[in-house]
């Protein structure tokens, strides 16, 4: 649960136990009370009613969809929507959008190496491994000659990069795999075609998780 939610959840529980404190209060106290006490009890709930109100009015502060999220505004609702309602499909619509920003052709990104530029990535860099993803989901989902030759015929330095920013999001597993036979096989440009092919649901599945976690970042 993030902090968000947490102080929301916090807030909205301080509320009602000020509510039912204060019917409480009144119920029992009350029939029992002499009318200087009746008038201390006035004055407490009315104490109680403030805080209440201005609880829920920071409740109300806290949840609001203050600025749009870069994956979850929704520009037809006009808000932010539930992370839970985020699929594979926005991600990779936005992600769309993202590279345009970055990039006035695809071949740029490979070609300018676009994961060490500082520019468009974010707070703590959080787009760069979402780039890298893209990047190679992209090869494989277009599946284009011309595009699989930016991966064949791509630097050392460019491969190095995209292995930092997988492992910046996490990846260790598929990295070694990637280096391997980025490595190994690059007279076997089938081998390498393969396997990033191969790993395209697994790439569209990440790409939702990092966001997922990192959502705060992504306003």
Known sequence: MNLKKRASLIMAVVAVVSLIGAILLL???????????????EVVISVLLILLSALFAYYLWLTRDAEP???????????????EELTFSTVNERMNIYLTMVSDTFEGLWEDNALE??????????YRPLLAYKMLYDL????????????????PELVDSLCS?????GEQEMVKAFRFIMNNYR??????KDFVSGNL??????MLSYIKRNIEYFY
């Open 27 to 41: 119920a029992i106290a009350l029939p029992r009370a002499n009318a200087t006490y009746k008038r201390v009890l």
């Open 69 to 83: 999220n870069f994956f979850l505004f929704d520009r037809a609702k006009k808000r932010n929507v539930p992370l």
């Open 117 to 126: 530029r500082e520019i468009k990535q974010g707070p703590r860099r959080v």
């Open 140 to 155: 494989a989902d277009k599946n284009a000659d011309a595009y699989w030759a930016l991966l064949l015929n791509a630097k």
């Open 165 to 169: 920013a997988l492992e910046q999001g």
């Open 187 to 192: 007279q076997s440009p089938a081998k390498i």
């Open 201 to 206: 649901r697994y790439i569209r599945g990440r």
